[in-house]
T-cell receptor
């Protein structure tokens, strides 16, 4: 039990629509990261937020955006959905560390299907 | 850039067999190394980690040693159980990439009774 929850668990959208996925981190975990995991692949880093500011981004287009809130919740928004956006979306949180490097704890994920 | 390469699966073993899953990495600095496990229909769980060369991570009978000279972090277990059936991911994180996790493609393990 990591204490990281995500909603919804499953979602079906059509191409061109917009979607918002939600994550609730553990209390005290000020860093949240989002990953996309296509079927049969390893997770790919989308972006990371620290104390409500984006502080790192992977190779994803701007239609992938995020927000982090002071209550340890966060959102991943995807605009203009494409068929290739069908995947499991994982949220991971980590506590502050003087070294800046701490273990990331994952939620169960949201499975998105784009038709 | 950073990358992780894992052995291709699926790996099928009989219960109580010895397990090795190979993982090698490419990094520009001094990464931390991780093994995560994903059971069917679930998210990722941290299995073990090592943060510097020659460190050994261990958990639930699994072990992996951070080998800088061979840039490897192979996962081993002396006697697998049916409940170990899952997908195993090797990953690294490094400061120059904001400590984002860089994953391998995963290795599926099936343990039969």
């Amino acid at each position: 039990e990591t204490g990281v929850t995500q909603s919804p668990t499953h979602l079906i959208k059509t191409r061109g629509q917009q979607v918002t996925l939600r994550c609730s981190s553990q209390s005290g975990h000020n860093t949240v990261s989002w990953y996309q995991q296509a079927l049969g692949q390893g997770p790919q880093f989308i972006f990371q937020y620290y104390r409500e500011e984006e502080n790192g981004r992977g190779n994803f287009p701007p239609r992938f955006s995020g927000l982090q809130f002071p209550n340890y919740s966060s959102e991943l928004n995807v605009n203009a959905l494409e068929l290739d956006d069908s995947a499991l979306y994982l949220c991971a949180s980590s506590p502050d560390s003087p070294s800046g490097q701490e273990t990331q704890y994952f939620g169960p994920g949201t499975r998105l299907l784009v038709l | 850039g950073n990358s992780v390469t894992q052995m291709e699966g699926p790996v099928t073993l009989s219960e109580e067999a010895f397990l090795t899953i190979n993982c090698t990495y490419t990094a520009t600095g001094y990464p931390s190394l991780f093994w995560y496990v994903q059971y069917p229909g679930e998210g990722l769980q941290l299995l073990l980690k090592a943060t510097k060369a020659d460190d050994k991570g261990s958990n639930k009978g699994f072990e992996a040693t951070y080998r800088k000279e061979t840039t490897s972090f192979h996962l081993e277990k002396g006697s697998v159980q049916v409940s170990d059936s899952a997908v195993y991911f090797c990953a690294l994180s490094e400061g120059n990439s904001g400590y984002a996790l860089n994953f391998g493609k995963g290795t599926s393990l099936l343990v039969t009774p």
